[in-house]
Each structure stands twice: as C-alpha cells, then as structure tokens.
C-alpha cells in the first residue's frame, strides 16, 4: 500500500497512554461487534479483544488467515483510493464495515467493524447450511466448537441498524484522529462522544 504524507503514524495512533485501546474495548463490550484500527500500511495498531467466534477460528487456519488477509487488504485499497465509508461482505460471509481516519486529507488509518452477521441466524441448521462450506473450504477441524462460537455473535438489520453503526464508527474515526494529531484530550473526546450518543453515557 502506498505510503502517505505522516510517516510516524503507526506510532502516533498507537496512543502511548491507552486510551484508544481501552475505549475500543468497551465499545466492544457495549455492542457486542469486533473493532479494530489499522494504520495505512496496513498493521494492526489496536487489535481487537473480540475475536473469540467464529472469525478466530477460521483465522487459526492457515487457508483461513490468507483468504482474511486478502480481504482486509482489499478493503484497505477501496478506503486508499475513495475515502468512503462502505460494508463489505467478506469471503466467510460476515459484514466488515470499514471507516477510514483521516488528517488533513490524507488517509492515516481504518477502523473496522467485523464479525457481524447479515442476519439472525440462531439455529444449529441455519448455521450449517450457510457456513458449511467454509468448514471446508479453510480446513476447519472441530466443528462443534465452530458452531458453539457463534452463540455471542451480533446481526445487524439492513437500513437503520448498518447505517447508524457506520455513522457510528464514522465519528469515532473523526475523534480518533483529533486526538492524536490535533491536541484533544481524552476528557474532550470523551464528553464529545457522550453528547452525540446515548450509549456512551453507560460506558
């Protein structure tokens, strides 16, 4: 991937005293959707604490870690060269919403939302028949912990429900980024995040 105009990024985001991975965490907590924050060449600086499910899993093959590889690499390159905030349904069948973070109109990282359904698919059939294939297809061996995996996994409705969580992620990728390039503190962020959502006021 190419890269931009802030060199240290990747040490910038990190935000040596926690406060992005701590949020990220409790953001996790409260919806129950993986998040992660990636810098513009692509390395994981937050990774995500919710990978227990399904993707975990799937990730722990070797076939399985490729194809994701593949995906979020793909991801990366339509956020490069758009700009655009968008959802993506990746090769195992789950939604990846995708923000990216921007300074000065220069693209320094993407916030993703994954491990998310398309649907409620809470049968022990209905998992089968939409995710089967992928046992197969990446070498998943034990397959009942694949499908025990999925108990605490989210769906998210079309229209109001993916469109409020893209706002959502949209805005905190606008915090993060003020945060760590323009001055603003963690209180600012917080009070901020806190008036335009309801839900920050329980975190």
Same mark, same amino acid.
């Given at each position: 991937?190419?890269s931009l $105009?802030n060199?240290?990024?990747?040490a910038?985001v990190t ?5 992005v ?5 409790k953001v996790?907590q409260l919806?129950?959707?993986? =998040?992660s924050?990636r810098?513009?060449s692509?390395?994981a600086v937050?990774?995500?604490?919710y990978f227990?499910g399904p ?12 194809r994701?590889r593949?995906?979020?690499?793909? %991801?990366?390159?339509?956020?490069l ?5 968008f ?7 789950f ?9 000065r109109g220069?693209?320094v ?7 998310i =359904?398309p ?6 059939f209905?998992?089968e028949?939409f @995710?089967d294939?992928? %046992?197969?297809a ?6 009942? $912990?694949?499908?025990?995996? @999925? ?6 409705n ?8 893209? #706002?959502? =992620? ?12 323009s001055g ?5 962020? @917080?009070r901020e995040? #806190?008036?335009?959502?309801?839900t920050?006021?329980? %975190?």
């Amino acid at each position: 991937m190419t890269s931009l $105009s802030n060199p240290n990024v990747n040490a910038t985001v990190t935000f040596a005293h926690g406060q992005v991975p701590d949020l990220l965490k409790k953001v996790e907590q409260l919806t129950g959707i993986a =998040l992660s924050l990636r810098s513009s060449s692509g390395d994981a600086v937050v990774k995500t604490d919710y990978f227990f499910g399904p993707c975990s899993i799937i990730r722990g093959t070797e076939r399985g870690r490729q194809r994701c590889r593949r995906t979020y690499k793909n %991801i990366e390159d339509r956020l490069l060269r758009r700009k655009v905030p968008f959802v993506n349904v990746c090769y195992a069948g789950f939604l990846v919403f995708a923000a990216p973070i921007e300074f000065r109109g220069e693209m320094v990282g993407t916030l993703l939302g994954s491990q998310i =359904l398309p649907q409620n698919i809470s049968s022990r059939f209905e998992r089968e028949v939409f @995710f089967d294939h992928i %046992i197969s297809a990446v070498g998943i061996k034990d397959r009942e $912990s694949f499908y025990q995996s @999925f108990d605490k996994v989210r769906f998210l409705n079309p229209d109001f429900e993916r469109v409020s969580f893209m #706002q959502f =992620l949209e805005t905190l990728g606008d915090n993060f980024a003020r945060m760590a390039f323009s001055g603003k503190t963690w209180p600012e962020f @917080f009070r901020e995040m #806190q008036r335009e959502y309801r839900t920050f006021r329980n %975190i």
